[in-house]
C-alpha cells in the first residue's frame, strides 16, 4: 500500500530570497540602457568594484570576496561574467540597494518583507535578467508560509486560480496585483523602455515567448530551527516550492514516495548533511540548514557571490536553448532560408564562446554546475537544438540545390539549343533594323531560334538580378532581425 505523504512543516527562523526574471532586450542599445540604469542609482559591478557597495546587496550579512569570485571560475569563463566595460561580450550586471518595506497579501496570510536590492544582467544574445532580493520581516515562519510567499511573488501575471488575489502594499499607499508591474513600474523603471515586446502577445509572455510559465526562478538560502530533522516530503515541498492549497493547509504536489524519493535522488545535493542539504530544479534552487547564520557565514556568502554566477550561468543556458527552439519552431523552412543560417552562426558562437561543460575550477562548483545541467536538462535540449538545426539546414540545402538543378537544367537546355542554332537562321536579319512584317515572315525554325535567344537571355539576366537581390536582401535582414549576436 502506498504511504500518504507526511506535510508536517518545519520553523524557518531567518532567509534569504532572491527572484531571477528573465527578459528580452536588444543588444544594440546595451550602451544607451547602462546610461539610463546609471542615472537611476544603479552601479555596474567589475571585480575591482571601485566604489561599489557589493556586500551591502544583502546588507551586510556575509561577505561576498571579489578575490574569491576571480579564482572560483576558470580563466575563459572569468573574462565572459565579469568584463570590465560594457563595450566588452559578456554579462554586465548592474545593481541598486533598494531598503524598502512592502506587505504582500494571499490567502488571508499577511508578509511583510524588505526589498533588500535589485540586479539588472545585460547578458549576450539580447537576454537579460533582473533579479530581486527579499528577506521575510517575520520571524520563525512555517515552511508552509515561507514557500506560499515564494509561490505567489514568483508568479509575474496571476492567471492561474491558486496565484489570484495577491497584492503588494506600498508604504506610500500604492497597491500593485501584478508583480511584473511592482518591479518595472516602480523598482526598475529606467529599463522598461529596453525590453522587446511582441505585440501579438499579451502580459509578460510578450517579452519572453520562450519563457516557459511567466514564474520567475527562485533562489533562497532558509535558516530552519535548530534540531530539525529535514524529511523526504519537506525537501520535496521545498524543491517545487510547494505552500499552502486554497484550503489554507499545507500543500505537496505528489503523494507516492517512490516517485519524491527517485525526484530526490535526481536533484538533490547532499554533500554536508545534515547540516546543510542543496536542492536545484527547474524552477527553484535552495540551501536549507539547521545552523545559525553566524555559523554559516562562508556558506551564505558562497550562496551570494560564486554560486549565483554559476546558476546565473546555467540559467542563461537553458533560455538560449530554449530562445532557439521558439525561433525555429517559428520557420518557413523553404522560406527562411537565411534567417536559418542564421539560427545555425546563432547556436554555434553561442556553443563556443559560453556554452562550457565546466565552469569551476573547484570539486564543489563542478558538483553544482552538474546539478544545475540535470534540473535544467541542457545536455538533452542542445542535442535537440543541434539535431533539428542540422536536419532543417540539410533539408533546406537539398531544396535549395533542387531549384538551382532545375534552372541550370533550363538554362544548359536553352544554351544548346542555341548553339546548334547558332542564331544563324535570324541573326543577319538583326543587324540592321528588323520590322514586324519581317519577323512575322519566319518559319518554324526561324521562331524557334528567336524565342530561344530571348528566353535564355532573359533567364541570365533573372538569375543574376535574383542573385544580386539575395546577396542585398540578406544584408538588410540581418540589420532587422532580432538575432542580436
Given amino acids: ?15 534569504y530570497l532572491s527572484f531571477i526574471l528573465p527578459f528580452a532586450y536588444r543588444k544594440k542599445q546595451i550602451r544607451q540602457a547602462a546610461t539610463a540604469l546609471g542615472k537611476d542609482g544603479f552601479h555596474f559591478f567589475t571585480l575591482e568594484d571601485p566604489g561599489g557597495q557589493i556586500n551591502d546587496l544583502y546588507e551586510g550579512s556575509a561577505q561576498v570576496s571579489q578575490e574569491e569570485l ?32 512592502f506587505v504582500l ?18 547578458g549576450p544574445f539580447g537576454i537579460a535578467f533582473l533579479t530581486s532580493r527579499i528577506r521575510l520581516l517575520d520571524k520563525k515562519l512555517p515552511l508552509s508560509s515561507v514557500l506560499n510567499f515564494m509561490q505567489h511573488f514568483r508568479a509575474t501575471e ?28 516602480r523598482l526598475a523603471s529606467a529599463i522598461r523602455p529596453f525590453i522587446i515586446h511582441d505585440e501579438r502577445l499579451t502580459g509578460y509572455f510578450g517579452s519572453l515567448p520562450y519563457f516557459e510559465d511567466e514564474r520567475m526562478f527562485v533562489t533562497s538560502f532558509l535558516f530552519a530551527e535548530a534540531g530539525t ?28 514516495m517512490s516517485y519524491i524519493r527517485d525526484y530526490l535522488d ?13 536542492i536545484a530544479t527547474d524552477f527553484s534552487y535552495t540551501n536549507v540548514t539547521t545552523k545559525s547564520p553566524e555559523e554559516m557565514q562562508r556558506p551564505l556568502a558562497h550562496f551570494m557571490g560564486t554560486h549565483y554566477y554559476n546558476f546565473l550561468l546555467h540559467y542563461f543556458y537553458r533560455i538560449m536553448l530554449l530562445r532557439v527552439s521558439f525561433e525555429y519552431s517559428r520557420l ?21 564562446w559560453y556554452y ?17 545541467r540535470r534540473a535544467f536538462n541542457l545536455d538533452d535540449l542542445f542535442q535537440e537544438v543541434r539535431t533539428t538545426l542540422d536536419e532543417l539546414y540539410r533539408t533546406q540545402e537539398n531544396a535549395a540545390a533542387n531549384r538551382m538543378n532545375l534552372l541550370l537544367f533550363f538554362l544548359t537546355v536553352f544554351t544548346v539549343i542555341s548553339g546548334i542554332y547558332g542564331m544563324n537562321l535570324v541573326i543577319e536579319d538583326w543587324k540592321d533594323d528588323t520590322s514586324l512584317t519581317e519577323i512575322s515572315s519566319y518559319g518554324l525554325f526561324e521562331w524557334t531560334a528567336l524565342l530561344t535567344a530571348i528566353l535564355g537571355i532573359g533567364m541570365s539576366i533573372y538569375l543574376f538580378f535574383t542573385y544580386l537581390g539575395r546577396i542585398v536582401w540578406r544584408k538588410l535582414k540581418r540589420k532587422l532581425d532580432d538575432l542580436d549576436f
Fill in 158 to 185: 496571476n492567471k492561474l486560480k491558486e496565484e489570484k488575489g495577491s497584492v503588494i502594499y506600498c508604504d506610500d499607499g500604492k497597491e500593485f496585483s501584478s508583480i511584473h508591474e511592482f518591479l518595472l513600474d
Fill in 105 to 122: 497579501t494571499a490567502d488571508g496570510e499577511r508578509y511583510p518583507f524588505r526589498f533588500m536590492s535589485l540586479d539588472v544582467t545585460l
Fill in 229 to 256: 530533522e529535514f524529511s523526504d516530503e519537506q525537501l520535496f515541498r521545498i524543491g517545487r516550492v510547494d505552500g499552502l492549497s486554497p484550503e489554507g493547509e499545507p500543500f505537496i504536489s505528489a503523494s507516492n
Fill in 332 to 352: 518557413k523552412w523553404d522560406k527562411d532560408e537565411e534567417y536559418l543560417k542564421r539560427l545555425i552562426e546563432l547556436i554555434t558562437i553561442f556553443s563556443s
Fill in 356 to 372: 562550457f561543460k565546466h565552469v569551476s575550477v573547484r570539486q564543489e562548483g563542478r558538483e553544482l554546475g552538474l546539478l544545475f
Fill in 70 to 101: 576571480d579564482q572560483y571560475f576558470l580563466p575563459y569563463v572569468e573574462r565572459k561574467i565579469f568584463p570590465p566595460t560594457v563595450e566588452e561580450y559578456g554579462f554586465h550586471r548592474f545593481y541598486k540597494i533598494i531598503g524598502e518595506e
Fill in 1 to 15: 500500500m502506498t504511504e500518504v505523504p507526511d506535510t508536517k512543516d518545519f520553523t524557518v527562523e531567518d532567509g
Fill in 266 to 278: 535526481e536533484y538533490l545535493h547532499d554533500r554536508w548533511a545534515p547540516d546543510l542539504y542543496t
